[in-house]
């Protein structure tokens, strides 16, 4: 799979708190975020998101959206995704059923 070459910018985060204390811990960390959100691709992007949105946080979401600029659908289905990732986990599973390769003597006809 090839990936773009064009550049991603970094999103400037449009919290209340960004904007009126630029220089403070919460802005910094919404900095990181952004800077570590343009280097991954969508799948990745959207799981990181995902994993954030599963804190207990009042108006969580709505929070990320303001911060990562990303769309809520994007958020909510990373959630989903994570959320699935860790109820397989539990079981052992990395795919879904059903998923993989087919075993060597389905695919190979008998002479």
Known sequence: ???????????????????????????????????LLVNLDEKERRRLVGLLALKPEPRGVQRLIEVTGLSRNTIVKGRREVSRLEAASQYGRTRRTGGGRKAVEKNTPRS
Do not use: D, F, W
């Not at 400037?12 to 900095?31: D, F, K, N, T």
């Open 1 to 35: 799979m090839k990936r773009s070459k064009r550049k991603r910018t970094v999103h400037a985060c449009v919290c209340q708190v960004c904007e009126q204390h630029p220089y403070s811990g919460l802005a910094q960390e919404h900095r990181a975020i952004n800077h």
